[in-house]
């Protein structure tokens, strides 16, 4: 399953690098000792999702992965360039596995905490088209292409598509999940030196929508905490 994710997440790469790749070149000067030079424009991610605000008896296992990719706009707002903002558009899949099992009945949604020993897989899958906002800054000049930053900022993401799968030894289970929020927002936090930089993101609000609960009446008010790694490409 990893492996076609990672297939479909290079292909969205692709197409990404793409269809800014003509933009790029009306872009100001970008070579060394230009003195409008921008940086970190294009971008790739990779995460850890945590799940917090869990119900009772409900675990994480398995790697609950985040793949992300995009490009940000790098808008300068000093005469060095290395203080502004980004604003950028770029695609994520997040994968959630926990023993939250979800099933479909009669057309509609039921959630249950399973005994992790009664299945082998179990997540939420969702693919959206996300919108980074970022106040930027770091020790960059025109010449030097190691340096440090600091971005922070907020993410918007509408999920255009979210489905539960579960795999036991009996049979696999897999649809449509329209329980998954449809605009997800956090914040986050990208800081680094050179090529690796480390990432944080706490979603603001659930990941599942509003009165969501489980089949004894609790509800599901999880949130995400992201932790990863993203590299930068001019």
Same mark, same amino acid.
């Given at each position: 399953?990893?492996?076609?994710?990672?297939?479909?997440?290079?292909?969205?790469?692709? !197409?990404?690098?793409?269809?800014?790749?003509?933009?790029?070149?009306?872009?100001?000067?970008?070579?060394?000792?230009?003195?409008?030079?921008? +940086?970190?424009?294009?971008?790739?991610?990779?995460? =850890?999702?945590?799940?917090? &605000?869990?119900?009772?008896?409900?675990?994480?296992?398995?790697?609950s992965?985040?793949?992300?990719?995009?490009?940000?706009?790098?808008?300068?707002?000093?005469?060095?360039? /290395?203080?502004? $903002?980004?604003?950028?558009?770029?695609?994520? %899949?997040? !994968?959630?596995?926990?023993? #939250?099992?979800?099933?479909?009945?009669?057309?509609?949604?039921?959630?249950?905490?399973? /005994?992790?020993?009664?299945?082998?897989?179990?997540?939420? +899958?969702?693919?959206?088209?996300? $919108?980074?906002? &970022? @106040?930027?800054?770091?020790t !960059?000049?025109?010449? +030097? =292409?190691?340096?440090?930053? #600091? =971005?922070a900022?907020?993410?918007?993401?509408?999920?255009?598509?979210?489905?539960?799968?579960?795999?036991?030894?009996?049979? %696999?289970?897999?649809f !449509?999940?329209?329980? $998954?929020?449809?605009?997800?927002?956090?914040?986050?936090?990208?800081?680094?030196? /050179?090529?690796?930089?480390?990432?944080?993101? =706490?979603?603001? /609000?659930?990941? @599942?929508?509003?009165g969501?609960?489980?089949?004894?009446? &609790?509800?599901?008010?999880?949130?995400? @905490?992201?932790?990863? $790694?993203?590299?930068?490409?001019?």
């Amino acid at each position: 399953m990893l492996v076609r994710v990672t297939k479909y997440f290079s292909c969205i790469t692709f !197409s990404l690098f793409s269809m800014f790749g003509s933009a790029q070149s009306d872009l100001d000067n970008t070579t060394s000792g230009s003195s409008k030079y921008l +940086e970190d424009q294009f971008y790739i991610g990779f995460g =850890y999702n945590f799940l917090l &605000e869990k119900p009772s008896d409900v675990v994480q296992r398995s790697l609950s992965y985040n793949l992300q990719t995009g490009f940000i706009k790098d808008i300068p707002f000093n005469q060095r360039r /290395n203080f502004g $903002i980004g604003i950028g558009l770029g695609y994520a %899949t997040n !994968s959630y596995y926990s023993n #939250i099992v979800a099933s479909k009945v009669d057309n509609a949604i039921v959630y249950s905490v399973s /005994n992790t020993s009664d299945f082998e897989r179990n997540k939420l +899958e969702t693919h959206a088209i996300e $919108i980074p906002l &970022e @106040l930027r800054w770091r020790t !960059s000049t025109a010449d +030097e =292409y190691k340096f440090w930053r #600091i =971005y922070a900022g907020a993410k918007l993401g509408y999920v255009f598509s979210g489905s539960s799968r579960m795999v036991s030894d009996a049979n %696999t289970m897999r649809f !449509s999940n329209d329980d $998954i929020q449809s605009f997800q927002y956090g914040l986050q936090l990208n800081f680094g030196y /050179n090529t690796w930089n480390v990432q944080a993101y =706490y979603g603001l /609000n659930p990941l @599942l929508k509003d009165g969501t609960a489980l089949e004894n009446g &609790e509800a599901i008010d999880i949130r995400v @905490l992201r932790i990863g $790694i993203i590299f930068y490409i001019l």
